[in-house]
C-alpha cells in the first residue's frame, strides 16, 4: 500500500505564491512518476503538473506554464509544487497521485491512470 500525503495549501491574494509537498511512503516510492491534479468547484479535475521517476521529465499545463515548478527530493520521499503568481483561478484541491509504475521515465496527467491518491489540500487565491 502507498500513502500520499499533500500539504501546503492555504489562503493567498493573488500574485502570491505557496508551495505545496507530496510526501510518498514506502521504500519503492521514490521511483513513481508523480502527478500534481487540481479540481476547482464544479469543474473536472485536471491534471496541473507531473515528474517522473528520475526527474528528467516534466509536464506542465499550459495554464500553469511559466509560473509552476514541480520538483522532488529523493532524500525525503517527496514531490514538491511551487506555485508563483497565483491567480484566483488557481484556486481549486489539489491532489497528488501516482499511477505506480516504479521506474517509469515518464509521467501521465490523465486521471484514470492514477493508483493511488492523497487526500487533497485546499489552495484559496482571493482578488
Known amino acids: 500500500q502507498v500513502q500520499l500525503v499533500e500539504s501546503g495549501g492555504g489562503l493567498v491574494q493573488a500574485g502570491g505564491s505557496l508551495r505545496l509537498s507530496c510526501a510518498t511512503s514506502?521504500?519503492?516510492?521514490?521511483?513513481?512518476?508523480i502527478t500534481w491534479f487540481r479540481q476547482a468547484p464544479g469543474k473536472e479535475r485536471e491534471g496541473v503538473s507531473c515528474?517522473?521517476?528520475?526527474?528528467?521529465?516534466?509536464f506542465y499545463a499550459e495554464s500553469v506554464k511559466g509560473r509552476f515548478t514541480i520538483s522532488r527530493n529523493y532524500a525525503t520521499n517527496t514531490v514538491d509544487l511551487q506555485m508563483n503568481s497565483l491567480q484566483p483561478e488557481d484556486t481549486a484541491i489539489y491532489y497528488c497521485?501516482?499511477?505506480?509504475?516504479?521506474?517509469?521515465?515518464?509521467?501521465?496527467?490523465?486521471?484514470?491512470?492514477?493508483?493511488?491518491w492523497g487526500q487533497g489540500t485546499p489552495v484559496t487565491v482571493s482578488s
Open positions: 497521485a501516482t499511477d505506480r509504475n516504479v521506474g517509469a521515465p515518464f509521467c501521465s496527467i490523465v486521471p484514470a491512470s492514477m493508483v493511488y
Open positions: 514506502g521504500r519503492t516510492s521514490r521511483w513513481y512518476a
Open positions: 515528474i517522473g521517476s528520475t526527474s528528467q521529465n516534466t
